[in-house]
């Protein structure tokens, strides 16, 4: 599934959010976006999903218009997870989990749905919190929940808002392995929201730089994070050196 | 992955399903056993033969069934019993969506400002003898239906205004009780006594006005738009995770949010306009059940709805008995005999006996 953003503004009110965004996704891709607090990384990925209504501009999925498409069916494309979730009353991890099944499903549960959930919790290894409550787990084991809920949806496009900000540095390198897995295995693509420019760095094939509502540079990790760069969207002066695989490694050093 | 771990769980929420569907059998079971329990129970001392007889006397050519009997049951008690049931079904639903549409568990019709809404319909009705719809019969039940739904379009008005946002909505709600609770303050103390009697009879709520002509247009009302809010299980589970994500789950939010909040209104202002307001049941039902089966809205719709029916219709019964010929107003007892419950429920956290 190849995703396209063209001129996209959105703004909650009278001031701009973003601003004509444009931005590409290959199939099987990983992209992060990247940015200070603010620029619009959320807003953009709750954009794509439809969750808000652009003002002007076109999201395309495989070259059909987005806005165009019911919104079952669209809801059957595009998995997201929130960066936080909060369940107000007691539902199991499996029922939890089952809701991503909502564009699937009439009234009655089958038993590919049920199978579907099943693989999906074995896939994620939660296998045995399957019948335990979603408010007794651990931020790093709802955090996975969440992205279940998202699988079980089937989609082609996963769009994570902060996946790894709540969590311990195990749980960081968990939940990324799994969405690295998810696009290798099942060829589906990864759209990530990110304020670890390291994580973002080590598991994204492209990155999006954003900067006062707009796009700023786009390219692969390298050509992103240099110190120039960082310097000029963040403001903070910063030491760039060789990480783990290669990849860049970002050590900031003081604001400016 | 091996196949047999696939059906393992499978097997699992079968289980599970198995045991929901079986504890709202027994719940069906339990009111349907009360509901003979109370033919039974009252004034006049009758036994059960008695009660089934002239029951049966009404549609079978059964010999000798004592007209004493006849109009004891069938125009006094079982038209009683069926309002409690149903009355008891609309306030346990009416909780369980508004709850689950809001996700805000302290949610219920009388959070929302409609019992305050209907109660002061009410006392405009037998203050003023001003109604909606002219006077007659029906002025306070019209009065008291009308300004309930009048609440709940003003509460989502005013939330539409500021986005739709759930705590503008519950806050608006909380707004036009007090408000609504300060005019009805006001009709009670210009009223004359007789008038003041009135008002503070309906605001404790009872049964003791069900009729076989109300019974007769409540019972398939309740029953349609039961089974139409059942129709959104899903969307209030995916409802439930917030938002977004049900947004990204294909559901349209805010249709979705109009229209269960309509029908809960609906509702709850079709058998609040007779009864008068009795609290406690549409909020508690809902967390009872929770407790009991978790929050599936598949299960806890139904659920929800037995259990206002069963509370209702053990504390009518109570109330109507223990102190008879006299009774006491049915929203003392539901409270008496509920809220201790409740609160074992929530302290003990019993929830995992069904897992």
Known sequence: MKLKVKDLSFSYGSANTLEDITMELDKGEIVSLVGPNGAGKSTLIKCIDRILKPQKGTVFVDGKEAARLSSK?????????????????????????????RPHIGWRVTSNDVKVVARTLRFMGIEEFASR???????????????????????????????????????????????????????????????????????????????????????????????????????????????????????????? | MSDDEVFDAEEVYARASWKKTLFTLVLLGS??????????????????????????????????????AQVVVLQLRLPRILMAIITGISLGVAGAVMQGVLRNPLVS???????????????IAIVLGVG???????????????????????????????????????????????????????????????????????????????????????IPAVLFFTMLLMRYSWDLNAMSAGEEVAS??????????IICLSLSAVLTASVIAFTGIIGFIGLVSPHVCRLLIGSDHRYLIPCSGLIGALVLLVSDTACRTMISPTEIPVGIVTSFIGVPFFLYLLVSRKRRWWQ
Request: glycine share 8%; charged share 20%.
């Open chain 2, 248 to 257: 990204s789950l294909g559901i349209n939010v805010n249709r979705v949010r």
């Open chain 2, 109 to 123: 019709p009388y959070t929302l400002g409609l019992s305050s809404g209907a109660a002061c319909g009410a006392a």
């Open chain 1, 73 to 101: 069916d669209f809801s059957k494309m595009m998995g997201y997870v929130p960066q936080s979730t909060l369940e107000v009353f007691p539902y199991t991890v499996f029922d939890i989990v089952l809701m991503g099944r």
């Open chain 2, 31 to 68: 009111v349907l056993a009360v509901a003979v329990f109370a033919t039974t129970m009252g004034a006049a001392s009758l036994g059960m033969g008695e009660s089934f007889g002239a029951v049966l006397a009404e549609f079978l050519p059964v010999e000798e069934v004592s007209t004493f």
């Open chain 2, 132 to 218: 909606v719809f002219g006077t007659g019969r029906y002025i306070i039940v019209i009065n008291a239906f009308f300004f309930s739904l009048l609440t709940m379009a003003i509460v989502y008005g005013i939330s539409r205004m500021r986005g739709t946002s759930v705590e503008t909505l519950i806050l608006a709600g909380v707004a036009m009780g007090y408000l609504f609770s300060a005019v009805i303050s006001l009709l009670k103390y210009v009223s004359g006594h007789e008038e003041l009697r009135e008002i503070v009879f309906w605001l404790m709520g009872g049964l003791y006005t069900a009729r076989w002509e109300n019974v007769i247009i409540l």
């Open chain 1, 133 to 256: 409550y979603f408010d007794e787990l651990s931020g790093g084991e709802k955090q996975k929940i969440a992205m279940a809920r998202a699988l079980a949806q089937e989609p082609k496009v996963l769009l994570l808002d902060e996946p790894t900000s709540n969590l311990d540095i195990k749980h960081q390198l968990e939940v990324m392995n799994i969405v690295k897995k998810l696009v290798q295995e099942r060829k589906i693509s990864a759209v990530m929201a990110m304020h670890d420019l390291n994580l973002a760095s080590r598991f994204s094939d492209n990155m999006v730089m954003l900067k006062d509502k707009g796009v700023f540079t786009v390219g692969d990790p390298e050509s992103v994070l240099t110190p120039a760069n960082i310097e000029n969207v963040y403001g903070v002066r910063a030491e760039v050196r060789n990480g783990h695989m290669g990849r860049p490694y970002v050590m900031p050093i003081e604001p400016l």
